[in-house]
């Protein structure tokens, strides 16, 4: 079992960033992959980004790219996603989401967090 607690979200605004972080729970969290996905008011939960149980590759939606980073520090325990230049239409609740490969769908994932909201206004 993982169990996630997703922080850092908040208001920000337009052009502003902010650091999202999820810890997890459990000796196992090096063994999984983990992914960021938002869901905005109204729409379905969709794929931010993903990052391997080693960091050492990662992969994003397009919506995202150059914009967001995501890390992880396996001593810590914790996954990171850096988002800078926000616009509104990133206004979502943000989950973290743990499982055993590094994909972009919803269903790959067996674990998730409640969420932390970020709201950009327009």
């Known amino acids: 079992q993982v169990q996630l607690v997703e922080s850092g979200g908040g208001l920000v605004q337009p052009k502003g960033s902010l650091r999202l972080s999820c810890a997890a729970s459990?000796?196992?969290?090096?063994?999984?992959?983990m992914g960021w996905f938002r869901q905005a008011p109204g729409k379905e939960r969709e794929f931010v980004a993903a990052?391997?149980?080693?960091?050492?590759?990662?992969y994003y939606a397009d919506s995202v790219k150059g914009r967001f980073t995501i890390s992880r520090d396996n001593a810590k325990n914790t996954v990171y996603l850096q988002m800078n230049s926000l616009e509104p239409v990133y206004t979502a609740v943000y989950y973290c989401?743990?499982?055993?490969?590094?994909?972009?769908?919803?269903?790959?994932?067996?674990?998730w967090g409640q969420g932390t909201p970020v709201t950009v206004p327009s």
């Open positions: 989401a743990a499982g055993l490969g590094l994909r972009n769908g919803v269903g790959s994932y067996d674990y």
């Open positions: 459990g000796r196992t969290f090096s063994s999984y992959a």
């Open positions: 990052i391997n149980w080693s960091g050492a590759s990662a």
